[in-house]
């Protein structure tokens, strides 16, 4: 492998990495929903974050499918594939706040096993370019879990 890595467990970690780049692609397509459809007294608030957020994810699916690229695969492109293999499952019409907010923690929390289990995949691979990304996305979700979770005062 060019970048150095032992082949086998690139493939693998890159497999974990397109389990990710699904669930990103559902979450994204959920958040927008909850942007567009966001009803009620909170929704400029709302409709801002969510915005931010979608943002945010848009960067992060392109990151995650650049590193799929550089561990030597193909990144998962199409609908049917995220569906199939999204922990985060789609989800319409919601233009409840309170609901659009608690499927955004729940969707934070599994990416975050997700997450986790490929920071562990890639240190025992010595991927540190992969552990680095995992790392700051694992930081910056934890950060927006106690946000969110602060909103609805959790």
């Not at 709302?46 to 561990?71: P, W």
Request: net charge negative.
């Amino acid at each position: 492998m060019a970048i150095g890595l032992d082949e086998t467990k690139s493939q693998a970690l890159a497999g974990k990495m397109n389990a990710l780049l699904a669930a990103y692609q559902i979450f994204y397509m959920n958040v927008r929903g909850f942007h567009w459809n966001i009803k009620g007294d909170k929704f400029f608030e709302l409709h801002v974050k969510f915005e931010e957020l979608y943002t945010d994810l848009l960067v992060k699916i392109d990151e995650v499918a650049e590193r799929i690229l550089t561990l030597g695969v193909t990144p998962l492109h199409t609908f049917d594939d995220y569906s199939r293999e999204s922990v985060v499952k789609t989800v319409n019409n919601v233009s409840s706040g309170t609901e659009a907010v608690n499927l955004v923690l729940d969707a934070f929390r599994k990416i975050l096993i997700l997450e986790r289990e490929i920071l562990g995949l890639s240190a025992e691979t010595g991927d540190e370019g992969t552990n680095a990304l995992m790392s700051d996305y694992i930081r910056e979700k934890e950060k927006l879990v106690w946000m969110y979770s602060a909103y609805l005062g959790k």
